[in-house]
């Protein structure tokens, strides 16, 4: 998976855990545990992705420039 195709998942990963307990708030979702949860992991998910993909395009770059 290339560093750009990881950050564009993780950030899809993010907003999702951020909409989706938003929308719990405003009770357009039923809140339950197991959309919490979910919420959860796609926010957890999403973090490590991104992670993963700044360090290897950080990594790519610094190949290409050095």
């Not at 560093?3 to 979702?29: D, K």
């Not at 919490?36 to 610094?62: D, M």
Request: with cysteine; aromatic share 10%; charged share 10%.
């Amino acid at each position: 998976m290339s560093p750009v195709t990881s950050l564009a998942i993780g950030f899809a990963l993010i907003l999702a855990g951020f909409l989706l307990p938003f929308l719990m708030v405003l009770q357009v979702l039923e809140s339950g545990l197991v959309l919490s949860i979910s919420a959860y992991c796609a926010s957890l998910v999403g973090l490590v992705l991104s992670l993963y993909g700044v360090s290897h395009y950080s990594s790519a770059r610094e190949r290409d420039d050095g």
